[in-house]
């Protein structure tokens, strides 16, 4: 009961017409900056830190909380209309989303984003209001062991679940983490694929990755089949733009067990949004395919981005509470806000609650306004932002093709960088010639350099003693859930290829006079 009445007072304060009208201002800029292509939700957050130094701490979060939630719906808006999420969190909605956006139905596709968004967030906002304690046991009983038992299941899980073929997944995922090797070895100090160039010394951004593999890649794709295509295709509106009642009633398990998975990630210092959004889209990609559900992965289906954008919101919102409960930064974004507090000459942690708690809950009563007032944004906006795929192809795909390269470069002003998206780019070409999936890549070179650091550490703990990957509750749980996962899946390709066989034509050997 004491939460509720803190939370109550913190309604007091958020609810004053200037403090929403920074919600509302903070909620259009995070969304416009998270649109922009190479940008996202951590670099809107970053870029408008410097305009809230003229503000009350109070404003100023308050403020922060619609560009937090706003920055995270442009990466997905960006992703879905333009096949280039702002940020590696939208990757997986991206897959669907832009299917659903090529066969008209953007609209929609918005609108499923911007409601799941809303739930996820809520769900997971409301979580830290009242099961924070709960949700700090749970992030202390990860360790090293854990963390890399947790990135292996994710590296497996997603390798068979998003590919027709297991060899082609466990290829992409091998790709990836060739791409997530180069740079120098934290530990020893070593250079590793560097091919002596001080500029790859820290690594290939994921930024250059994501815009290379998705969208340059795709622009690559496209323009090889141009002329069979056509040049002039616009994309044409499907249908009603705004949710139905039967999309709703179709999209709201997928957002609930998106919600699910994203909560208890949020606490987790595990690299961000990355394995729960992924985990969601394979859940949903399993269960279209016990159900029949033809749209996934050819037109696109409304519950493969119901299900990730539940899921990055709601890590989104316990990440928050992470930050502001344990002073630890479990995401990109959450470590630049932990920089906002700093400059305020506040330490999030168990203590913030009791030095600053009116500033704190009013800052937990404005994620929630946030949210409302994102969702009744961006539900009117999304029919505005789909008649971006009113633009004639060849015109669109070569203004997707230079706003990659412009935001590349803008980030770290390196040639390096470009030659490195070109390259990229076209191995997402190739990759797409000869139908390899592109999830195991993003998700290997994303998460690769968590488990290699966390294997050495664990290893380091335990003198080389390899029983310490696999002697903790949480990491026998883990494994024991990826054998299942990958028993499963072999067992429904030994099915899809047994049913491929028996309806392909025959060969007829009599007919042939053989």
Excluded: C
């Excluded at 889209?281 to 409304?302: H, V």
């Excluded at 009117?380 to 230079?402: E, N, S, T």
């Amino acid at each position: 009961m004491d939460s509720i009445s803190l939370l109550m007072e913190g309604f007091s304060q958020a609810l004053t017409p200037i403090n929403l009208m920074w919600v509302v201002i903070g909620a259009i800029l995070g969304t416009a900056v998270g649109v922009l292509p190479g940008l996202g939700s951590a670099m809107a957050v970053a870029l408008l830190l410097p305009i809230t130094f003229s503000l009350d701490p109070t404003a100023a979060f308050i403020m922060f909380a619609g560009v937090y939630f706003g920055g995270l719906f442009g990466d997905s808006t960006s992703g879905i209309l333009l096949n280039t999420p702002g940020n590696s969190s939208a990757i997986a909605s991206t897959f669907e989303g832009h299917r659903m956006a090529l066969d008209g139905r953007a609209a929609k596709a918005l609108a499923t984003a911007a409601m799941g968004a809303f739930i996820g967030g809520l769900i997971a906002t409301t979580v830290v209001v009242f099961f924070a304690p709960v949700l700090v046991k749970m992030a202390t009983a990860f360790g090293p062991a854990e963390y890399f038992a947790l990135a292996v299941f994710a590296f497996l899980a997603i390798s068979s679940v998003v590919s027709d073929s297991v060899v082609k997944g466990l290829m992409s995922l091998g790709i990836g983490l060739v791409l997530a090797l180069v740079g120098v070895d934290g530990p020893s100090g070593t250079p590793r694929f560097t091919l002596g160039m001080p500029q790859l010394f820290d690594g290939m951004s994921i930024v250059v990755i994501t815009v290379g593999l998705l969208a340059l890649g795709e622009v690559l794709h496209i323009a090889s089949r141009i002329h069979r295509d056509g040049t002039a295709v616009r994309i044409e509106s499907k249908g009603r733009p705004r949710l139905e009642l039967s999309d709703i009633r179709r999209a709201m398990p997928a957002w609930l067990r998106g919600t699910a998975f994203g909560v208890p990630f949020g606490v987790i210092p595990a690299g961000g949004s990355e394995v729960p959004t992924f985990m969601a889209y394979g859940l949903e990609k399993k269960l279209a395919a016990r159900n029949g559900d033809t749209d996934f992965g050819s037109t696109g289906s409304i519950r493969g981005v119901a299900a990730p954008e539940a899921a990055a919101n709601a890590t989104a919102g316990t990440a928050m509470g992470a930050l502001l409960a344990l002073g630890l930064p479990t995401s990109a974004t959450a470590a630049i806000m932990l920089a906002a507090f700093q400059q305020y000459g506040m330490q999030p942690g168990p203590l913030l609650f009791e030095r600053s708690g009116p500033m704190v809950w009013t800052l937990l009563a404005s994620l929630f306004i946030g949210l409302v007032v994102l969702l009744v944004l961006n539900m009117q906006f999304a029919v505005l932002w789909a008649k971006l795929l009113l633009i004639p192809r060849h015109y669109l795909y070569a203004g997707i093709a230079v706003l990659s390269v412009l935001g590349v470069y803008a980030i770290s002003s390196s040639i390096i960088d470009l030659w490195i998206l070109l390259g990229v780019g076209l191995l997402g070409f190739m990759m797409r010639r000869y139908k390899f999936p592109l999830a195991p890549v993003l998700i290997a070179v994303i998460l690769g350099p968590l488990a290699e650091t966390e294997l050495r550490r664990a290893l380091t703990v335990s003198e080389g003693n390899l029983s310490i990957l696999i002697d903790s509750p949480v990491t026998m749980v883990l494994y024991g859930l990826l054998a299942i996962t990958l028993v499963i899946t072999g067992i429904q390709h030994v099915r899809h290829s047994r049913a491929a066989r028996s309806t392909a034509p025959k060969f007829d050997a009599d007919r042939l006079g053989v």
